[in-house]
């Protein structure tokens, strides 16, 4: 699994793929992870009309109509909070407070096996409120897109799946560091081989040394003696 790579998933509630893009290096546990997320701009009217999910006008950065998915009942899909949305969405109604730790949809995923170990699926379903003089509640109000509930849906791989996976990456591990161990074993059988060698040549070398050491020895004195029967000749 790569940091630059983008993750893509369909999602039957929404009649929709999506991607994910790589927000950050992060750990689960001790375990490393790479933490994947929806793009700011996933719901902007650009991105949406580049990928023919609009037909007609865009109702603003940040939401996504679903009436065509949920047979024509006027629904929108946004992040919670209106998070990444245009200013306007969140101005509309008093106390939204977007927070990319509370409200970002992000999984983490171990980067060897591109499994998610841990996820938050965090979306918001928003209605279009319109003014009806014949009804009390919206009469007096101003066109709104409002929220009407988020969720945040936490993803957690059971225990057992995860000590399989730190099982896995144990053993890539020494998969990875086989070769250089490979190498020292070899080298070590090398130079275990070669000490003895090493030392029969010491020894005949030494050997060596002290036979002609021997020699000279026994040539010195040869010639002494030749030199002494000499002189005494002469005499």
């Known amino acids: 699994m790569k940091r630059d790579q983008n993750i893509y998933i369909f999602n039957p509630e929404m009649c929709r793929s999506y991607s994910m893009i790589y927000l950050k290096d992060n750990s689960i546990d001790g375990m490393p992870t790479y933490d ?42 946004s992040q919670p909070h209106f ?9 509309s109604i008093v106390g939204l407070k977007p927070d990319k730790d509370k409200h970002d949809f992000i999984f983490h995923y171990e980067p060897l096996s591109g499994v998610p170990i841990e996820g938050n ?5 928003n209605i279009f409120l319109h003014r009806n003089k014949n009804i009390d509640i919206v009469k007096n109000i101003n066109p709104v897109l ?17 000590d399989k996976l730190n099982y896995i990456r144990l053993a890539f591990k020494v998969i990875n560091y086989l070769p250089l161990v490979l190498f020292f074993v070899g080298l070590s059988f090398v130079l275990i081989l070669l000490i003895p060698k090493t030392k029969t040549l010491n020894l005949i070398k030494k050997k060596d040394s002290k036979k002609k050491r021997v020699l000279e020895n026994q040539s010195s004195l040869t010639e002494r003696i030749r030199f002494k029967n000499e002189n005494s000749i002469n005499i």
């Open 36 to 77: 994947f997320h929806l793009p700011p701009d996933i719901f902007s009217c650009s991105n949406m009309k580049k990928e023919g999910f609009i037909e007609k006008e865009c109702h603003g950065n940040g939401v996504f109509n679903l009436s065509r998915c949920k047979d024509g009942i006027s629904s929108f899909l």
């Open 121 to 125: 699926v965090r979306l918001q379903i």
């Open 83 to 91: 998070l990444n949305a245009e200013e306007k969405f969140v101005k």
């Open 146 to 162: 409002f929220p009407f509930f988020w969720f945040d849906e936490k993803i957690c791989l059971d225990k057992k799946i995860i």
